[in-house]
């Protein structure tokens, strides 16, 4: 039977997609191609799966943005990338040290996107 093997990517609108390729470049460095998206190619540090989670139309959990979505990235050091970030003067909304899978932090992208960046347990 014919399945899905994996995600092959994230698709949204903004309205100005070359200054937000650029903060995700500039601030999370995402390696930006001519085409102005990224590839995200598997690391073999990274989660052994990608989550695919609908959420309940009112939900808080993606406040303050009002996106319909939001967007999580693994990350292998979430106490050097977050210093990382706030050196780049980006606010960091809130973090999570206690969950049982992991790390989580959370910061807004200048289009209102909420970013969750998770470093899984080990």
Known sequence: MARITGLGGIFFKTSDPKALAAWYRDTLGFAIEDWGGALLKPDPQGPPHIVWGPFQTDTQYFNPSMREFMINFAVDDM???????????????????????????????????KIELWQPKK
Do not use: H, N, Q, Y
Request: glycine share 20%; no cysteine.
């Open 79 to 113: 106490d050097g990338f977050l210093e990382g970030l706030k050196a780049k003067g980006v606010e960091i909304l809130g973090r999570s040290d206690e969950g049982p899978i992991g790390l989580f932090a959370w910061i807004l992208a200048p289009d209102g996107t």
